[in-house]
């Protein structure tokens, strides 16, 4: 029998070769993700896909697909893990180098019911991790993740016989082909494909010419030391570098693709970052005429122009503000029959015609190169500013420890909760409303938000402003309201960026 991982190893000695590591901090609220070494090591991967394959046969399945992210690691944590599976009695079906979609598309076209994806995303190198699922299109929130953490981490596995390993060949191939299959194009369009030398340069490239664009590479070879940043389109810096290949090749917009391809960032033609909240507003605007009475669902670090919206509001559509977080937003499109889900982050959720309800990057491509094929006379610029104005903060994620980071943001909810209470204002201004479905976002009488949460994956809190009124006004936001709110914290620490 497989023993009860410990949390107390330590590198290059003979018991962290002999006894699994796995500290329990690594399991998160929808995904798993530890620093490979000093949290996890090679055994405690294989106990954990003992554990996961034990949760997967409570629910009454066993077939699972893996796939891996390219970094030095990854595959043979992969390998590790299907050790475990195996010996859970699981039968796996490895599709080799993958995005995070390219395992979900996995799902429905191997007949799996399950899914567990190696990877850190975005995450530095260091980072491990693995996203999970067991009823696709959905992937695992923190009642499963609870239940997997309880398994792991109290040894309570079930091996089993008749586990198997089957490598599968052509995947990639059928996926590419199914998101091409979106959008074919009748407009010449010039696009950046972006990837920041991360697993997605295998893959989108390709995959973009066949939806009938011409492409021009960066940074698509692949490269996991990242030699020039992390593959976020969140990140400024990446965004930055899209820009000036926009304006450098004339292109038409850039699409940058995180680490496993769940995500996707838009630069547009005039050189200009346009937030995921932004673009899933322009898509929803371009969809409702087509989709009358649609249900759309946002993260509450989006922008709140969906609530005033005319064009939604002109065709009876709703929108639904629900946590952060790609399992959450997942989830909750498919318990509505939402017709599709934004995140801030780049995650969109395109379901019916558009998609099977999964985050995918390449899905959100077409249905933007679609966009734009629907609107023959008119930019990607033009469609960002027919937009009604609002002023929102870059993602800022000051650091706090996962032990520390929810406790934090328990006292700052109470803190707005008894404002808004006493009737307090906020720059003078009333508050309309205090959202608490995830963290606290406090809305003011004039529209303008402010957001307050703990990070999901990482030792962070979020912290995300918007105005109605100017971009000095959001500036103000941050550093006269929210950061000195979180200032009086010492278990805050410093700023990733500020706006």
């Not at 960032?265 to 649609?294: H, Q, T």
């Not at 509001?313 to 029959?337: D, F, M, P, Q």
Request: glycine share 10%; hydrophobic share 40%; net charge negative.
């Amino acid at each position: 029998m497989f023993a009860k991982p410990r949390t107390d190893l330590v590198p290059n000695t003979a018991a962290y070769e002999n006894e699994a590591l796995v500290k329990a901090t690594g399991f998160r609220e929808y995904d798993a993700r530890w620093l490979f070494g000093p949290d996890i090591n090679l055994l405690g991967i294989q106990a954990l896909g003992l554990g996961l394959g034990t949760y997967i046969h409570e629910l009454g399945q066993s077939k699972i697909v893996i796939g891996h992210d390219y970094r030095s690691y990854s595959l043979s944590i992969k390998q590790a893990l299907a050790l475990g599976l195996i010996a859970a009695g699981c039968e796996v079906l490895d599709i080799g180098l993958a995005l995070s979609p390219t395992a979900y598309f996995a799902q429905f076209d191997l007949d799996a019911p399950c899914v567990a994806m190696v990877t850190a995303s975005h995450n530095e190198n260091g980072w491990t991790g693995v996203k999970m699922g067991a009823q696709r299109p959905l992937t695992f929130g923190p009642d499963e993740m609870g239940r997997l953490k309880d398994i792991v981490t109290n040894g309570a596995f079930v091996e089993r016989d008749g586990g198997s390993l089957t490598r599968i060949d052509g995947v990639a191939e059928r996926f590419i082909a199914d998101a091409a299959s979106r959008v074919q194009v009748k407009r010449p369009l010039k696009v950046i494909a972006a990837c920041g030398n991360g697993t997605a340069g295998a893959f989108a490239p390709q995959a973009l010419r066949a939806m009938g664009v011409e492409v021009i590479e960066m940074d698509c070879d692949l490269d996991y030391s990242f030699p020039k940043y992390n593959p976020n389109p969140e990140d400024h810096v990446m965004l930055m570098a899209m820009a000036e290949a926009v304006r450098t090749h004339g292109a038409d917009l850039a699409f940058g693709f995180d680490g496993d391809g769940d995500r996707c960032g838009v630069v547009d033609d005039e050189g200009e970052e346009i937030y995921a909240d932004k673009i899933g507003l322009m898509l929803a605007r371009d969809l409702a005429p087509l989709n009358p009475g649609a249900t759309f669902i946002v993260d509450v670090k989006s922008t709140g122009l969906y609530a005033t919206d005319p064009v939604l509001a002109a065709n009876g559509c709703t929108t639904v503000y629900w946590k952060t977080g790609h399992s959450y937003i997942k989830r909750k499109t498919a318990e509505l029959k939402a017709l599709a889900g934004f995140e801030k982050s780049g995650h969109f959720f395109l379901a019916g015609d558009l998609g099977r309800g999964y985050d995918c990057g390449l899905t959100a491509a077409a249905a933007i190169l679609a966009m734009l094929d629907r609107n023959p006379g008119h930019k990607l610029s033009d469609l960002k500013k027919a937009l009604p104005v609002a002023f929102t903060s870059l993602t800022m994620s000051p650091h706090c420890g996962d032990e520390v980071k929810y406790g934090v943001v328990e006292a700052i909810v109470s803190e707005y909760q008894d404002l808004a209470a006493a009737g307090g204002e906020i720059l003078g201004r009333k508050i309309k409303d205090v959202i608490t479905v995830n963290g606290v976002r406090v809305a003011l009488d004039d529209g303008s938000w402010v957001l307050v949460r703990a990070s999901s994956n990482k030792p962070e809190i979020v912290v995300v402003v918007e105005s109605t009124q100017s971009a000095d006004d959001m500036r103000a936001l941050f550093h006269q309201e929210v950061k000195p709110r979180l200032a009086k914290r010492p278990e805050v620490g410093a700023y990733n960026q500020e706006v």
